[in-house]
Nanobody
């Protein structure tokens, strides 16, 4: 079993920055695919970014490309999402997710992922 715990959400003004992190524990996950998704009220959960733990390959939704950066820290077993130039439409609950199979097929689909964190709220005020 893998446990994911998010942290770092909060309230920020438009144009500001915020960093959310996900601490991973449990069984070996060095070949996992790690992702960030977000969900706002009345909307479906949507893909934000993903990274392969083994190679560090990254993937981004078009809506966040150039503003968000996903990274991993092998020593701290942490995945982070640095969010810059935040917009009110980035407001959502952000979820960390892990997929046992580290392949890159379907990285944007939430059905691809096996484990989920509890989520952390990010609110961007205008």
């Amino acid at each position: 079993q893998v446990q994911l715990v998010e942290s770092g959400g909060g309230l920020v003004q438009a144009g500001g920055s915020l960093r959310v992190s996900c601490t991973v524990s449990g069984r070996t996950f060095s070949n996992y695919l790690m992702g960030w998704f977000r969900q706002s009220p009345g909307k479906e959960r949507e893909f934000v970014a993903a990274i392969t733990w083994s190679t560090g390959s990254t993937f981004y939704a078009d809506s966040v490309k150039g503003r968000f950066t996903i990274s991993r820290d092998n020593f701290k077993n942490t995945i982070s999402l640095q969010m810059n130039s935040l917009k009110p439409e980035d407001t959502a609950v952000y979820y960390c997710a892990a997929a046992r199979w580290g392949g890159i097929v379907g990285v944007t689909s939430f059905t691809r992922y096996d484990y989920w964190g509890q989520g952390t709220q990010v609110t961007v005020s205008s």
